[in-house]
C-alpha cells in the first residue's frame, strides 16, 4: 500500500498550489480519500475529504471557498486545488485513504511565505 504525495512548495501569499496524492496496493476507487494538514507546534487538522465515488465533499471551515478536492479513480489520485494562499495554511499535507483501514501518505510541505 502506498500514497504518494506531491507538488507542494514554496508559494507566496494570495498565491496557488495542486497538491496530488497517487495511491496504488489497495482498492482506491473503494475508499473515501481525505486530506490533513499539520503545521509545528499543532494538531493535525481535517482539511478536506471526498467520498470514493468524488460525487461529495467536505472542507473545513478555514479553507471552505479556496480549496477545492477531487480524484481521478482511472488514474488512483486525488487532488487538492489549492487557491488564495495564507500565510497560516503553511503545514505538512498529508492524504489518507479510509474504508474499515486508514492508510497514511508520507506528506509534502507546503510553506506559504513572503
Known amino acids: 500500500v502506498q500514497l504518494v504525495e506531491s507538488g507542494g512548495g514554496l508559494v507566496q501569499p494570495g498565491g496557488s498550489l495542486r497538491l496530488s496524492c497517487a495511491a496504488s496496493?489497495?482498492?482506491?476507487?473503494?475508499?473515501?480519500i481525505q486530506w490533513y494538514r499539520q503545521a509545528p507546534g499543532k494538531e493535525r487538522e481535517l482539511v478536506a475529504n471526498i467520498n470514493s465515488a468524488g460525487g461529495s465533499t467536505n472542507y473545513a471551515d478555514s479553507v471552505k471557498g479556496r480549496f477545492s478536492i477531487s480524484r481521478d479513480n482511472a488514474k488512483n489520485t486525488v487532488y487538492l486545488q489549492m487557491n488564495s494562499l495564507k500565510l497560516e495554511d503553511t503545514a505538512m499535507y498529508y492524504c489518507?485513504?479510509?474504508?474499515?483501514?486508514?492508510?497514511w501518505g508520507q506528506g509534502t510541505q507546503v510553506t506559504v511565505s513572503s
Open positions: 496496493g489497495f482498492p482506491f476507487s473503494a475508499y473515501g
Open positions: 489518507s485513504a479510509i474504508r474499515v483501514v486508514r492508510y
